[in-house]
């Protein structure tokens, strides 16, 4: 086989492209660049401005009012002992860093994801692009992310939306499909325009759904903070790759604790969330 | 005029152009199915609804029905055929076009109900009001009246989850009503009810057709429903329409073995009126003297008889015996009158019947809204209608149109009755 079939030079291809990628469209990745790091340092900034009482309190109601008075004393206690243990400052920088990524998920993964749900071709491309973002191993990319866009937070967070996004896609698509046909068919029947149908009726019931799409977002990024540290982003993630790198097992510990503590606050907050007001029977 | 018309419409599903070369052929849709692999769901078929009727598509499941009627507003494109809405050809409307004429002119109900379940009552029904771009303030009026003439006022706030089935389908009525078009497509809209529910909605848009002279195209696998409500029905049968015609027709003359098999188990006493099996009514007029009361019951052997006045209202009955009794004493038909005489109107069903003509000394009288005699309900006639003996019926129709054309020409001509005497 190998006398008639010489070995594909994909790898080649792959080089040649990032190279080109680099030279020619350097100037675009440095604009990214600068557009992504100015919004993680802002948030930095902005969540540094308020002291550590008050951002844990105002967390705490936020649980309390779309959760439970449970989930509000373990956001409570859960803060209270990252800051404790002197991982404030880099909580708030992985929050920055969870948050940039999570919100680039939404903007661009909620249209596609609304495009896809209208057209089957546009579907049929997606979804192995979508097994490629999930599958691929994120190493991998990360490499010609530092040729892109330097090291630091930036990669992290490009890493992190690749990962990340998929699931916000997918569910956008599964909650426009699972509205019931005959629904679709009344909204139909009455007049109304492609346009009225998404808006009036497709995406608020599709909205626990994508909600859900979000929340696994969230949970995504945050699991790829370690690994957003190996390129240069700040956070707890680059507490635990230190720990690791120099067998401190103690620390490692304390700063994967503060990640279990951000991971479950963030999960039943965006969870509650996605459900209706009647879901939760207030009404 | 024809509000709706629909020639030789046909819809296939899969294989459009090989399976209507096959069906132009005269191809059954078992054989088409079989031959190409595509689903023949309408074959065909062609009607016409006038302005203000109930029209009834019935038929089994499968039968092409849903079909049909969702062509009617291209929620499926029909794959042949012409159908003209107000003289104007659907089929060839553009997008545009299209949507006008669902969100003006036809609004539909459907057997799931098919309500946003994200939005309160008032905001379901104002929703065909609200894709039109109405101003809040009017649509919520609009709306409300809708729901006030369903029965559902004080529900506006309510979620469509807490409400019952019944009341669920009144939202679906209310927001088809909303809108005001002229037509009505109503898709098994009762069919998910339970058979009380039912009734009740059945009786409840008999009501609101009277005021309102909708369109409706009612779609029901249900034949009793079909002949409760329907002006005229339509059966289908593997998406061919076997026979159109009035409740009665489809009764009494099934055009084919299919629509008899379909019929046969009616209960006819729930479909029959007393306007069809009554007899012609004889009568003598308030101002004859006993004496010709006695002499017409003598000549038709009979031993009472109904007393109208000049207009053919009915006053009461006499007795040949107390006719006797006052030819002796001299005096007037006035004085022996029965003015207690039972009467019931001409559309009262069989069922509702059976009680006063089986306990009635004198044989019941059919009247009109101005106590005007139609006829008399005979025992043997009723019995007969019952049994579905066709021909009695016919006969029965026939005697229906002499009192009709009698009770102008002839008001008060004294004529005996052929009735059976008790």
């Given at each position: 086989?190998?006398?008639?079939?010489?070995?594909?030079?994909?790898a080649d291809w792959v080089d040649v492209l990032v190279n080109w990628l680099t030279i020619n469209l350097g100037a675009a990745f440095d604009g990214i660049t600068s557009v992504l790091e100015a919004v993680v340092d802002g948030l930095v900034a902005g969540f540094e401005y308020i002291p550590s009482?008050v951002f844990?309190?105002l967390l705490?109601?936020l649980?309390?009012?779309?959760?439970?008075?449970?989930?509000?004393?373990?956001?409570?206690?859960?803060l209270?002992?990252i800051d404790?243990?002197g991982y404030w400052d880099p909580m708030l920088e992985t929050l920055a860093l969870v948050l940039t990524a999570v919100i680039i998920s939404i903007l661009l993964g909620v249209p596609i994801g609304i495009w896809a749900?209208?057209?089957?071709?546009v579907?049929?491309i997606i979804?192995?692009v979508l097994d490629f973002m999930q599958t691929m191993p994120a190493f991998v990319y990360l490499i010609p992310a530092i040729f892109f866009f330097n090291i630091g937070v930036v990669p992290g967070v490009v890493a992190s939306v690749i990962f990340a996004m998929p699931p916000t896609i997918r569910l956008t698509?599964?909650?426009?499909?699972?509205?019931?046909?005959?629904?679709?068919?009344?909204?139909?029947?009455?007049?109304?325009?492609?346009?009225?149908?998404?808006?009036?009726?497709?995406?608020?019931?599709?909205?626990?759904?994508i909600m859900?799409g979000i929340n696994q977002s969230i949970m995504l990024a945050l699991s790829m903070v370690v690994i957003s540290s190996m390129v240069g982003a700040p956070g707890l993630g680059a507490d635990v790759y230190r720990a690791v790198t120099?067998?401190?097992?103690?620390?490692?510990?304390?700063a994967g604790?503060a990640i279990?503590v951000i991971a479950?606050v963030l999960d039943?907050i965006t969870?509650?969330i996605?459900?209706?007001?009647?879901?939760?029977?207030?009404? | 005029?024809?509000?709706?018309?629909?020639?030789?419409?046909?819809?296939?599903?899969?294989?459009?152009?090989?399976?209507?070369?096959?069906?132009?052929?005269?191809?059954?849709?078992?054989?088409?199915?079989?031959?190409?692999?595509?689903?023949?769901?309408?074959?065909?078929?062609?009607?016409?609804?006038?302005?203000?009727?109930?029209?009834?598509?019935?038929?089994?499941?499968?039968?092409?029905?849903?079909?049909?009627?969702?062509?009617?507003?291209?929620?499926?494109?029909?794959?042949?055929?012409?159908?003209?809405?107000?003289?104007?050809?659907?089929?060839?409307?553009?997008?545009?076009?299209?949507?006008?004429?669902?969100?003006?002119?036809?609004?539909?109900?459907?057997?799931?109900?098919?309500?946003?379940?994200?939005?309160?009552?008032?905001?379901?029904?104002?929703?065909?009001?609200?894709?039109?771009?109405?101003?809040?303030?009017?649509?919520?009026?609009?709306?409300?009246?809708?729901?006030?003439?369903?029965?559902?006022?004080?529900?506006?706030?309510?979620?469509?989850?807490?409400?019952?089935?019944?009341?669920?389908?009144?939202?679906?009525?209310?927001?088809?009503?909303?809108?005001?078009?002229?037509?009505?497509?109503?898709?098994?809209?009762?069919?998910?009810?339970?058979?009380?529910?039912?009734?009740?909605?059945?009786?409840?848009?008999?009501?609101?057709?009277?005021?309102?002279?909708?369109?409706?195209?009612?779609?029901?696998?249900?034949?009793?429903?079909?002949?409760?409500?329907?002006?005229?029905?339509?059966?289908?049968?593997?998406?061919?329409?076997?026979?159109?015609?009035?409740?009665?027709?489809?009764?009494?003359?099934?055009?084919?073995?299919?629509?008899?098999?379909?019929?046969?188990?009616?209960?006819?006493?729930?479909?029959?009126?007393?306007?069809?099996?009554?007899?012609?009514?004889?009568?003598?007029?308030?101002?004859?003297?006993?004496?010709?009361?006695?002499?017409?019951?003598?000549?038709?052997?009979?031993?009472?008889?109904?007393?109208?006045?000049?207009?053919?209202?009915?006053?009461?009955?006499?007795?040949?015996?107390?006719?006797?009794?006052?030819?002796?004493?001299?005096?007037?038909?006035?004085?022996?009158?029965?003015?207690?005489?039972?009467?019931?109107?001409?559309?009262?069903?069989?069922?509702?019947?059976?009680?006063?003509?089986?306990?009635?000394?004198?044989?019941?009288?059919?009247?009109?809204?101005?106590?005007?005699?139609?006829?008399?309900?005979?025992?043997?006639?009723?019995?007969?209608?019952?049994?579905?003996?066709?021909?009695?019926?016919?006969?029965?129709?026939?005697?229906?149109?002499?009192?009709?054309?009698?009770?102008?020409?002839?008001?008060?001509?004294?004529?005996?009755?052929?009735?059976?005497?008790?």
């Amino acid at each position: 086989m190998e006398n008639w079939l010489p070995k594909l030079p994909i790898a080649d291809w792959v080089d040649v492209l990032v190279n080109w990628l680099t030279i020619n469209l350097g100037a675009a990745f440095d604009g990214i660049t600068s557009v992504l790091e100015a919004v993680v340092d802002g948030l930095v900034a902005g969540f540094e401005y308020i002291p550590s009482y008050v951002f844990m309190i105002l967390l705490t109601l936020l649980a309390w009012k779309v959760s439970n008075k449970g989930m509000a004393l373990f956001t409570l206690i859960g803060l209270f002992l990252i800051d404790n243990l002197g991982y404030w400052d880099p909580m708030l920088e992985t929050l920055a860093l969870v948050l940039t990524a999570v919100i680039i998920s939404i903007l661009l993964g909620v249209p596609i994801g609304i495009w896809a749900s209208q057209k089957q071709a546009v579907r049929q491309i997606i979804t192995p692009v979508l097994d490629f973002m999930q599958t691929m191993p994120a190493f991998v990319y990360l490499i010609p992310a530092i040729f892109f866009f330097n090291i630091g937070v930036v990669p992290g967070v490009v890493a992190s939306v690749i990962f990340a996004m998929p699931p916000t896609i997918r569910l956008t698509i599964l909650g426009i499909q699972q509205v019931p046909a005959d629904i679709i068919e009344a909204t139909e029947a009455f007049g109304s325009t492609t346009r009225q149908k998404l808006v009036k009726v497709q995406l608020p019931l599709a909205m626990p759904t994508i909600m859900a799409g979000i929340n696994q977002s969230i949970m995504l990024a945050l699991s790829m903070v370690v690994i957003s540290s190996m390129v240069g982003a700040p956070g707890l993630g680059a507490d635990v790759y230190r720990a690791v790198t120099q067998i401190q097992i103690g620390k490692g510990f304390e700063a994967g604790l503060a990640i279990v503590v951000i991971a479950i606050v963030l999960d039943r907050i965006t969870q509650n969330i996605g459900k209706n007001k009647r879901q939760r029977g207030v009404m | 005029m024809s509000k709706i018309v629909v020639r030789n419409v046909t819809k296939v599903f899969g294989k459009p152009k090989t399976a209507m070369k096959l069906l132009k052929e005269g191809e059954s849709k078992q054989e088409i199915l079989k031959r190409t692999g595509a689903t023949v769901g309408v074959n065909q078929a062609s009607f016409e609804v006038k302005a203000g009727e109930i029209f009834v598509i019935m038929g089994l499941s499968g039968s092409g029905k849903s079909t049909l009627v969702r062509m009617l507003n291209r929620l499926i494109e029909p794959t042949a055929g012409e159908i003209y809405v107000d003289g104007e050809e659907i089929v060839k409307m553009n997008k545009e076009q299209l949507i006008n004429l669902r969100r003006k002119k036809i609004s539909m109900v459907f057997q799931k109900f098919a309500l946003l379940p994200h939005r309160t009552v008032l905001e379901n029904t104002e929703y065909g009001l609200e894709i039109q771009g109405i101003d809040k303030q009017a649509r919520q009026d609009q709306a409300m009246n809708a729901l006030k003439l369903v029965g559902l006022e004080g529900y506006e706030q309510q979620y469509p989850s807490q409400l019952s089935g019944g009341m669920q389908q009144r939202v679906g009525l209310a927001r088809a009503l909303a809108n005001d078009a002229d037509i009505l497509l109503m898709d098994e809209a009762f069919s998910a009810l339970d058979p009380l529910i039912r009734k009740d909605m059945q009786d409840e848009l008999l009501d609101l057709q009277s005021t309102m002279k909708k369109t409706i195209v009612f779609i029901t696998h249900d034949l009793d429903e079909a002949l409760r409500i329907g002006d005229r029905i339509a059966l289908m049968k593997d998406g061919v329409i076997v026979q159109v015609g009035t409740p009665e027709e489809i009764l009494m003359n099934p055009s084919n073995d299919y629509v008899e098999r379909f019929v046969e188990d009616v209960d006819l006493s729930k479909v029959l009126t007393a306007g069809h099996v009554m007899k012609r009514a004889e009568s003598i007029s308030i101002d004859k003297g006993p004496r010709v009361a006695l002499q017409t019951m003598k000549e038709l052997g009979i031993s009472s008889i109904y007393v109208v006045d000049k207009k053919k209202t009915l006053l009461g009955a006499i007795t040949a015996s107390e006719a006797k009794d006052a030819l002796e004493r001299n005096e007037g038909l006035s004085s022996i009158l029965h003015d207690n005489v039972s009467t019931v109107l001409p559309d009262t069903i069989l069922t509702d019947l059976f009680e006063q003509v089986s306990t009635a000394v004198i044989p019941v009288a059919v009247v009109d809204e101005k106590k005007r005699l139609l006829g008399i309900l005979v025992r043997g006639a009723v019995i007969g209608a019952l049994a579905g003996r066709t021909e009695e019926w016919k006969l029965v129709q026939t005697t229906r149109t002499e009192v009709a054309s009698g009770q102008s020409e002839l008001p008060d001509m004294p004529l005996g009755s052929a009735q059976e005497v008790n």
